[in-house]
Structure formats: C-alpha cells, structure tokens
C-alpha cells in the first residue's frame, strides 16, 4: 500500500518524506524530551500518515504537513537545518576576519613595475637566446618554475617567411576576462601568417617611445626590420611574475613613517599620476625639509648627504660605473643622467641639476624609486600627500627566491 501512495500522489510521497525525517530526529531525540513531547510528536506522525492513507485531498494532506512541522520545531532539533546555520556563520564570520586583516593589518599587492629593482621586481621578461640557451625545460620543470619560481616560457617558430606587419593591441583570452591584465593574448603578423602568443604578461616596462602594445615583442626582441624565413625562432622568453608582497598596514597606525622605508600609497591627487591605483617607493624626503639630488648621484637633505651608512640606504648607495637599469645606481638628476648619455627629460624634471632644492610641503613625503633610471616617482611629479600612504612593505610571500621573506632593506 505504500507504493501504491508513493506512486499516485506528489503530494503522498512529500508527507511520507516529512514523516520518515521527522520520525528518524524523534528516535535520536526521544531520551531528552519530556514524555508530554514524545507524545505529542508521535501523535502528529500518525495524524499525517492518516491524511494520506485515508484519500483526504491534498489541501488536507499539505495543511497536517505544516501542522507536523510546526510541532516537530518545537520539540525536536533539527541538525541538518543547524549545520547549514553553522556552516554559513562561520564562512560569514571568516569573511569578516580576511577582510578585516586585509584592511587593518595586512594587505597583499603585486609589485606593478619595475621602479623598485633590483629591491623588489616587477614582471620581468628575458629573452632566451641572448645568451646562447635556447633551451626550455621539460613539462615537469615547467610546471615547477610556473608555481614557485613564478616563471613561464614562449616559444614561435615562423610557419613562413616574411617581415613583422602588424601587431594589434592585447586582447583578453576570453571577452569578459578583460579586467584581468594577467588573462590576455598577444597577436602578431609577420608575412601572411599570424601568431598568438598566450598568457602574456599584462603589464611591463615601458621603453620611451615603445607604444605599449608592442612592449612584448620589443623585449622578446622580435623586430620590424628583420627578415624572418621559416622556422626561423621568432622569439623564445621567459617571463617572471613581479614579487607578491604583504604590505604592513597596522605599524602606521601607531608612528610616522620614517625615512628610507619602503612604503605603499595610492595615486589620487598626485599631480601626473592615474588615480585609483597603488605604488610602491622609497621614502626619502619629510615634511618641510629640503631635498636635492647632487650630481655625485647622492640625495642630500636639508644639506646632509645620504649615502651607505644612512639607514635603509644601505645598498641604494653602494654602486659602482655608470647607472644601469635594474641596478643600483644611486638617484640622479637630469645633468647627471646626461653625463652618461641618459635623457631621462621630464621624469626627473623636479630635480634638472644637483643645485636644483625641493621643499617638501608640510603634509607630504617625497618618494624615490630604487631604480633611479626607470623610475616615475617624486623627481616628476614632487611630493605625495602623507594621507595617500597606506603601509609598508612587510615581506614577499611569493615567488621562492632570493627576495622571498622578509630580507628586503
């Protein structure tokens, strides 16, 4: 007979579903309650098995359903109900916590460019075969370097012969993809043939006078003028992701910033600058005092010289020969950078002679790149409102390296 139920009526097999989880709570229940609940419960149990085994309607059978419920609420614990409870307090409660830290104590963020080397690396894109090693490691060695190196490879071997002719700019490797820099592919032309390249790097270093979308090729060293014949290599690269840093957004809360740290700020109300994003240098000039870049490639403030014994300045200063990107090169102003063929123009335009004196207005900082010769920082566009700074570094988290942990100065 009760298949017979179960088959001819929906309505039938809910209320003998209710009855089923119902009597099972009951059974594990039934020690703790009162003998006026076990009762009551088991009374309403043969109430709805009566519903649908007399014929009574469905409006009937539904209106003792809810009837059982509401007594089976009140005597009987439902844990399935009270895990799905708990389990969403405690995602929500979690959710609280992440975003609490990220806000108050400590905040993770990409380095964005490569203002910061040889300190702290953007992405990074090497070209392969400028060494003489052409060779990519095997899948197993790959995957290796792609998770904890933060390093993955192209490689294009020309289908036919031709010049380079056309390179449109990025796009994201699916449409709706877009808002991720990290999520996009590079096409190219050259002869009749077209390439794509995959997962390229969405953000590097750009040469003056590079348009930005061809960036990629011009460090992969792929050139207009170059004939390529087929299966020729047309580029063969090894990009690094830029190091994953824990900015310290607690310890500012309690003191100042102090010179020669390492701080993040963001990029609203700073002249020349795009709003809305965040970048990270070094601090070197505080509120009121006067700042000047000498032609030596030393910062003096209010008339004494920074050099290796000022704390946190330890490695700016220590450079040898001439400035180099990516090195240590000390900071330099316009003349000095001329000096060494570099013109450098209105990045430095704050400082065009090592006579030249800044004076940082009260409420701000002044800020340097590590990397004097690619660095957009206060040489261009002055100070920075002290409100802009968010934190500090804190450490890298990622990639595993030389910089990984806390050892950054």
């Known amino acids: 007979m009760a298949i017979w139920y179960w088959l001819r009526s929906r309505t039938a097999r809910q209320a003998m579903e209710l009855r089923r989880h119902i009597r099972r709570l009951l059974r594990a229940q039934s020690d703790r309650l009162p003998p006026e609940g076990n009762a009551e419960v088991a009374a309403t149990l043969a109430a709805l098995e009566a519903a649908w085994t007399s014929g009574a309607s469905p409006a009937d059978v539904r209106a003792q359903m809810r009837a059982t419920q509401e007594l089976a609420d009140r005597w009987l614990v439902d844990s399935s109900?009270?895990?799905?409870?708990?389990?969403?307090?405690?995602v929500w409660v979690a959710l609280i916590i992440v975003l609490a830290l990220r806000s108050f104590v400590a905040q993770p963020m990409t380095i964005p460019t490569g203002s910061m080397q040889p300190t702290l690396f953007?992405?990074?894109l090497t070209d392969l075969r400028e060494g003489g090693d052409t060779a990519i490691p095997g899948l197993s060695a790959r995957l290796a370097d792609r998770w904890l190196r933060g390093r993955t490879y192209h490689r294009v071997v020309a289908r036919s012969g031709?010049?380079?002719?056309?390179v449109p700019p990025p796009e994201p490797v699916v449409p709706f993809l877009g808002v991720f820099p990290s999520l996009q592919?590079?096409?190219f032309?050259?002869?009749?043939s077209w390439y794509t390249v995959w997962l390229t790097p969405g953000e590097l270093p750009n040469p003056l006078g590079v348009k930005p979308e061809h960036a990629f090729l011009f460090y992969a060293g792929v050139r207009p003028d170059r004939l390529y014949r087929s299966n020729d290599l047309v580029l063969q690269v090894a990009v690094d992701a830029g190091d994953h840093i824990l900015v310290d957004r607690l310890s500012y809360n309690f003191r100042r910033p102090r010179r020669g740290e390492i701080v993040v700020f963001q990029t609203h109300d700073?002249?020349?600058?795009?709003?809305?994003?965040?970048?990270?240098?070094?601090?070197v000039g505080l509120a009121g005092e006067r700042v000047r870049i000498g032609n030596d490639r030393h910062v003096s403030v209010n008339s004494q010289r920074l050099d290796a014994t000022t704390p946190h300045f330890e490695n700016v200063y220590t450079f040898s020969g001439p400035p180099r990107d990516s090195h240590y090169s000390g900071h330099l102003n316009e003349l000095a950078a001329r000096r060494y063929?570099?013109?450098?123009?209105?990045?430095?335009k704050q400082f065009p002679n090592g006579s030249a004196e800044f004076t940082v207005r009260p409420g701000h900082y002044l800020v340097l790149g590590d990397n004097t010769v690619g660095s957009v920082d206060s040489r261009q566009w002055g100070d920075l409102p002290q409100e802009n700074v968010g934190g500090r570094f804190g450490l890298v988290y990622w990639p595993l390296g030389r910089r990984f942990g806390w050892g950054q100065r």
């Open 341 to 348: 063929g570099l013109r450098l123009g209105s990045l430095v």
């Open 81 to 90: 109900k009270s895990r799905v409870r708990e389990s969403f307090e405690m």
């Open 270 to 283: 700073v002249p020349e600058m795009p709003g809305g994003t965040y970048y990270i240098k070094r601090l």
């Open 189 to 192: 032309q050259i002869g009749e």
């Open 185 to 187: 592919k590079q096409r």
């Open 162 to 166: 031709g010049y380079l002719r056309r």
């Open 122 to 124: 953007g992405i990074t």
